[in-house]
């Protein structure tokens, strides 16, 4: 499965963006869908996930209630809308995929797109 993720920039504190994941070479409804995102000097961490039905969704305390992901089924993608952005939230962004449940952990995660920087200033 290739993930291929698009998307992000550069935005002001408060602002919106929505990020894309968009898989291929395997079948989309097997895959449980994750973001992840890695800030400079810091791990990986886990920021949303959506089981294969995408009825189920999963969030970080820290984005919760700001971030909503989503899938088309019929285009393949998953999205992150992320709203009301603040400073801390500067990361690079990466979308992985893992076969039956979601999870957390990003160790679980078996494919993973290359990323898309979301700067967002003060």
């Known amino acids: 499965v290739q993930l291929q993720a698009s998307g992000g920039g550069l935005v002001q504190a408060g602002a919106s963006l929505r990020l894309s994941c968009t898989a291929s070479g395997g079948t989309f409804s097997r895959y449980a869908m994750g973001w992840f995102r890695q800030a400079p000097g810091k791990e990986r961490e886990f920021v949303a996930a959506a089981a294969r039905g995408g009825v189920s969704t999963y969030y970080a305390d820290s984005v919760k209630g700001r971030f909503t992901i989503s899938r088309d089924s019929a285009k393949n993608t998953v999205y992150l809308l992320m709203d009301t952005l603040k400073p801390e939230d500067t990361a690079v962004y990466y979308c992985?995929?893992?076969?039956?449940?979601?999870?957390?952990?990003?160790?679980?995660?078996?494919?993973w797109g290359q990323g898309t920087q979301v700067t967002v200033s003060s």
């Open positions: 992985a995929a893992k076969s039956l449940l979601s999870s957390r952990s990003p160790d679980e995660y078996e494919y």
